[in-house]
């Protein structure tokens, strides 16, 4: 069987486990504070964000470059039969716009 536990060794445990309870219960306070929640969740988000910009730009990166390869022939030189409905698309898109913002404004 186990010995006998003097009352000294009794008091140190006592103490040692009310050390250890009030660490626990500081880094419950500091767990559950609003700034340290507004802290998890703002690190998150912007973990989120990060990643949600890294992946659009790698995206967009990829699409420019596809297009920029579709409007070169293998040696660079542009293709002339490609480029000129793409510039015509942009001219009239633009021109959409300016009316658009004009009659709004009128």
């Known amino acids: ?16 486990r009310r050390e250890q309870l009030a660490e626990t219960l500081d880094e419950i306070g500091v767990r559950v504070h609003p700034k340290t929640i507004i802290g998890d969740a703002r690190a998150k988000v912007e973990s989120k964000v990060d990643q949600t910009a890294g992946r659009a730009f790698a995206t967009v990166d ?3 470059t596809d297009v920029r390869d ?6 660079g030189s542009p293709r002339l039969e490609r480029i000129l409905p793409v510039a015509l698309v942009a001219v009239g898109i633009v021109g959409l716009i300016v009316v658009s913002a004009r009659r709004k404004r009128g």
């Open 70 to 75: 579709g409007l070169r022939h293998d040696d």
């Open 62 to 64: 990829r699409l420019v």
């Open 1 to 16: 069987m186990s010995e006998a536990r003097t009352p000294a060794q009794i008091e140190a445990d006592i103490v040692r």
